[in-house]
């Protein structure tokens, strides 16, 4: 399994425009190892023979209400408040690499 060194979260935090202290890079390391023995405790359970699911539940759950349309904003209107939009579609700045 990947290790999360100093490096890799430096790398990180730069390519999401975030700016990590030595502090939280150290609490995001000791963070992840635990995530990381988690992951290997998973790896090591046995699923042969486990059929795999399609959903989570065993008996699916009758609580969950439909989805009600109350309200719908029209294309137009959404657009109406856009700083730019073009064709149609709103256009919003490139923020990640």
Do not use: C, W
């Not at 609580?63 to 149609?88: P, Q």
């Amino acid at each position: 399994m990947e290790t999360f060194d100093r490096a890799y979260f430096k790398k990180l935090a730069h390519q999401i425009m975030f700016d990590l202290s030595d502090q939280e890079i150290d609490e995001l390391q000791e963070e992840f190892k635990v995530l990381v023995s988690q992951m290997e405790l998973l790896e090591k359970i046995d699923t042969d023979g486990v059929e795999p699911m399609i959903y989570p539940f065993e008996a699916e759950t009758s609580y969950i209400r439909e989805d009600k349309v109350t309200h719908v904003l029209s294309a137009e209107a959404a657009l109406r408040n856009a700083a730019d939009v073009r064709e149609g579609h709103i256009l919003v700045p490139k923020v990640v690499k």
